[in-house]
C-alpha cells in the first residue's frame, strides 16, 4: 500500500538541507512526499529553536495535528530538528500524541523510528551526538532536484559559544566535510544542471580549521572556481573573527565568488560583544569591512543585528546605529533578545523593560529601512547581470533572477532563459526585489 509523508520545515538553510535528506530517506523508504498533512499517513516537523518564539511556533503546530491524530490513531508524528535536540524524550511527555523525536545528528535514524512506530506502535527517541567519523559516513544523500541553485554543507555544528546563542548545544561540535567529498558533489551537482552553489556552515570561515591535513576555506573557494561550467559561488555565515586576510581576498581573485557577504556584527558596542562571547571588537570589524570594501568596491553587505541583550544601554545600541549607518548594510535581519535555556546569556541580569527593548528595535528597523532603500537604489538605470531562477510570481510572461549582490530582479522574459546569466537594467527598486528590461 501507498504511504505518504508530509514534513513542514522551520529554522535556517541547515535545516533546508537537513529536510531534504529527510525527503531522500523517506523517499527511498517508500514514503511519497504530500503538500497536505490531512493527506499523510506521517506528519514530520523539522523544528527551529534559536528564538523562544520559533520553539512555541512548535507546539502550536503539534496542537494543529491532534484533531487528525483522534481521527485515525495510526497517524505517525514525530519532530526533528533543534527543538527535537533540546528536549529529546521530554517532548514525548509533553506532547502525548506524538510518536518520535529525532535530533540533529540522528536523521539516519528516522526510518528506523517510523518503522518501529508502523510495527509495534512504540515511541522513540534518538537525540545523541555522534563523533566526527560516524557522523560523516552517515551523511545522507540527498535526491536530484531540478534547481538553478542548491546549497551544499561544508561544515557543520558550532564551537563559538556566543552567550546568547542555542545553535552549538543543539547542532554539537564543527566538523568539517572532506573537501574532495564537497568538490564531487559540486562537479556532480553541475553535471546535472545546477548553475549557482552556496556553500553551508555556521561559520564556514573555520573551515578545515581542526584538520591539519585539511585545504583552508580560501583555498575551498579556489579549487572551486575551477569547476567548469559553475556560474556562481556563495557562502553563509560568516564569523567576523575568523575572517582570514586570505578569505577577503577571494572577493577580489575568486571570479565567481558573488559581490556579496553576509557578516552579522550582532551589536555596534565592545562591551555587548565582549559579553556576547563574539571574540572581535567593532574596530577589528570595521578593518576587515573596509578591506572587502577595498578588495570588492561593489560588495553588498548584510548583517545580523540582535537588540536588547542583557544590560544593552542607549549608549551602547546608540553604537549599533553608528555601525549600520557606518557600514551601510543592503539588508539586516534584527532580532529582539530572546534568552535561550543553558546559555550563558540567559543567566546574566537583563534589567530592561520589554518596551524600552521595543522602541529599539522599531528605531533600527528604520534606520536600517531607509539605509537599504537608498543602497539599492543607486542600482537605478544600470546594466546588471542576472541569473536567471524561473518564473516570477508576478505574471506569467516575467521571469525572476538575481544579481550578484544576491538582489532579485524581474524581467520579460521567457523560461528558455532559466540557468543562464542576462544583461538586465535596472527601472525600480521596490521593498525586496527590483524591476528591470532585459537588453
Ligand atoms: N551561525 C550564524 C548565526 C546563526 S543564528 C552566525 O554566527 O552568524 C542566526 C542569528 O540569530 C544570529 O546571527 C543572531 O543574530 C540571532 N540569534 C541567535 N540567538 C539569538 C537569541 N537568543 N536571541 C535573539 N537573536 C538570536
Ligand atoms: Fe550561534 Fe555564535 Fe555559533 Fe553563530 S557563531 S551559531 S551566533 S554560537
Ligand atoms: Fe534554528 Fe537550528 Fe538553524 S536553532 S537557526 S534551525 S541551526
Known amino acids: 500500500m501507498d504511504k505518504y509523508f508530509f514534513l513542514e520545515t522551520f529554522g535556517c538553510q541547515m535545516n533546508i538541507v537537513d529536510s531534504e535528506q529527510i ?14 498533512a490531512k493527506k499523510a499517513d506521517l506528519i514530520l516537523l523539522n523544528t ?13 503546530h503539534l496542537g494543529r495535528f491532534k484533531p487528525l491524530k483522534d481521527k485515525r490513531p495510526d497517524l505517525i508524528i514525530g519532530v526533528g530538528g533543534c527543538v527535537a535536540q533540546q528536549e529529546g524524550e521530554k517532548m514525548l511527555a509533553k506532547v502525548p500524541f506524538l510518536n518520535l523525536v529525532f535530533g540533529t545528528h540522528n536523521i539516519h535514524r528516522l526510518p528506523e523510528l517510523v ?14 551526538f555522534q563523533d566526527r567519523e560516524t557522523r560523516l559516513n552517515l551523511f545522507p544523500e540527498r535526491t536530484f532536484q531540478e534547481s538553478v541553485n542548491r546549497f551544499v554543507t561544508v561544515m557543520q555544528g558550532c ?40 556553500l553551508l556552515g555556521q561559520n564556514v570561515n ?23 561550467g559553475l556560474q556562481r559561488l556563495r557562502f553563509a555565515t560568516s564569523h567576523p573573527k575568523d575572517m582570514t586576510a586570505d578569505l577577503i581576498d577571494c572577493f577580489g581573485s575568486v571570479g565567481k565568488l558573488c559581490n556579496h557577504i553576509h557578516l552579522p556584527f550582532q ?39 540582535i537588540v536588547g541583550f542583557p544590560g544593552e544601554t542607549e549608549d551602547d545600541f546608540q553604537a549599533t546605529l553608528d555601525m549600520v549607518e557606518q557600514v ?63 518564473k516570477s510570481r508576478r505574471s506569467e510572461s516575467q521571469m525572476f533572477g538575481r544579481t550578484t549582490t544576491n538582489r532579485i530582479v524581474n524581467f520579460t522574459g521567457t523560461s528558455d532563459l532559466i540557468g543562464k546569466i542576462v544583461s538586465v537594467k535596472i527601472n525600480e527598486s521596490h521593498r525586496n526585489s527590483h524591476i528591470g528590461d532585459r537588453i
Open 267 to 305: 551589536s555596534g558596542s565592545d562591551r555587548i560583544l565582549k559579553l556576547m562571547n563574539r571574540g572581535y571588537t567593532r574596530d577589528d570589524y570595521l578593518a576587515k569591512v573596509n578591506r572587502l570594501k577595498e578588495v570588492c568596491p561593489d560588495i553588498r553587505l548584510t548583517t545580523d543585528i
Open 328 to 390: 551601510g548594510y543592503a539588508d539586516a535581519y534584527t532580532f529582539l533578545y530572546s534568552p535561550r535555556v543553558e546559555t550563558a546569556a540567559a543567566k546574566m541580569v537583563d534589567d530592561q523593560s520589554a518596551w524600552q527593548k521595543q522602541q529599539r528595535f522599531d528605531r533600527l528597523l528604520q534606520l536600517q529601512q531607509q539605509t537599504s532603500t537608498a543602497i539599492w537604489q543607486t542600482d537605478i538605470d544600470q546594466v546588471l547581470p542576472v541569473l536567471v531562477e524561473g
Open 115 to 128: 518503522k518501529q512506530a508502523e510495527q509495534n506502535c512504540q515511541r522513540g527517541s534518538a537525540t545523541d
Open 23 to 36: 525527503v531522500a530517506l523517506l523517499s527511498a523508504n517508500g514514503y511519497t512526499q504530500v503538500d497536505s
Open 159 to 198: 564551537d563559538n559559544f556566543c552567550s546568547y546563542c542555542i545553535v552549538p548545544h543543539v547542532r554539537g561540535r564543527e566538523i568539517s566535510r572532506p573537501s574532495d567529498e564537497v568538490i564531487a558533489e559540486v562537479q556532480g551537482l553541475v553535471s546535472q544542471g545546477v548553475s549557482e552553489v552556496t
Open 48 to 60: 527551529c529553536s534559536v528564538r523562544d518564539k520559533a520553539e512555541r511556533k512548535v507546539y502550536g
Open 206 to 228: 573555520s573551515y578545515g580549521v581542526k584538520d591539519v591535513e585539511e585545504i583552508s576555506f580560501a583555498q575551498l573557494l579556489h579549487r572551486l572556481n575551477d569547476i567548469d
